[in-house]
């Protein structure tokens, strides 16, 4: 166990020593840097001829006229999508209006409705025949009062003058 425990004790004070060491001077240690496997090195990447290196060098470019057209797209898209939202703002203000418009509608009906129904029913035909018999004095027609007239011309009929005596085929 001894020999455990004076292991231990070597280890620690190597520790120590290797953290409590300072390093003088105005430069920094430089670690070793570990290779990123997934990354390629210089040497693995192929050789591109000049034309293909110029080219792509060129297509990384942005010149005035591809900062142009991206502006002008980008306020075109902006433009277009500011109308959209003020036209779906006017449909939703539109669709308000008509719901409402609807419902007035539909109030007027029910309202039209009840006043032709109290109307109805407030006109007793019994009473008016009442009043126009017993008061006015009003009768039936008899079959002799009834005149049969055949108008050829039109379906209507305006009486300025008499009506001409029908004849009788019996």
Same mark, same amino acid.
């Given at each position: 166990?001894?020999n455990?425990?004076? +292991?231990?004790?070597?280890?620690?004070?190597?520790?120590?020593?290797?953290?409590?060491?300072?390093?003088?001077?105005n430069?920094?240690?430089? !670690?070793?840097?570990? /290779?990123? /496997?997934?990354?390629?090195?210089?040497? @693995?990447? /192929? +050789?591109?001829?000049?034309?293909? +290196?110029?080219? +792509?060098?060129?297509?990384?470019?942005?010149? !005035?006229?591809?900062?142009? !057209?991206?502006?002008?797209?980008?306020?075109?898209?902006? !433009?277009?999508?500011?109308?959209?939202?003020?036209?779906?703002?006017?449909?939703?203000?539109?669709?308000?209006?008509?719901?409402?418009?609807? #419902?007035?509608?539909?109030?007027?009906?029910?309202?039209?409705?009840?006043?032709?129904?109290r109307?109805?029913?407030?006109?007793?035909?019994?009473?008016? *025949?009442?009043?126009?018999?017993e008061?006015?004095?009003?009768?039936?027609?008899?079959? #002799?009062?009834?005149?049969?007239?055949?108008?050829?011309?039109? @379906?209507?009929?305006?009486?300025?003058?008499?009506? /001409?005596?029908?004849? #009788?085929? *019996?």
């Open positions: 166990m001894s455990q425990t004076g +292991r231990r004790a070597s280890a620690q004070n190597t520790l120590l020593r290797n953290t409590s060491t300072y390093q003088y001077g430069t920094a240690r430089q !670690f070793q840097v570990v /290779p990123n /496997p997934y990354e390629k090195s210089e040497v @693995d990447k /192929p +050789r591109l001829s000049n034309s293909a +290196r110029k080219n +792509r060098e060129k297509a990384l470019n942005m010149n !005035f006229g591809y900062v142009v !057209f991206l502006a002008v797209a980008a306020i075109v898209t902006l !433009f277009v999508c500011i109308s959209y939202l003020k036209l779906q703002a006017e449909m939703t203000q539109k669709v308000k209006n008509i719901s409402s418009l609807e #419902k007035e509608v539909a109030d007027l009906r029910s309202d039209n409705d009840e006043t032709y129904n109307i109805n029913n407030a006109t007793d035909l019994d009473y008016i *025949k009442k009043v126009a018999m008061d006015l004095g009003m009768v039936y027609a008899s079959e #002799k009062q009834v005149v049969l007239y055949n108008n050829e011309e039109s @379906d209507y009929v305006r009486q300025y003058s008499d009506i /001409p005596e029908a004849k #009788k085929s *019996k």
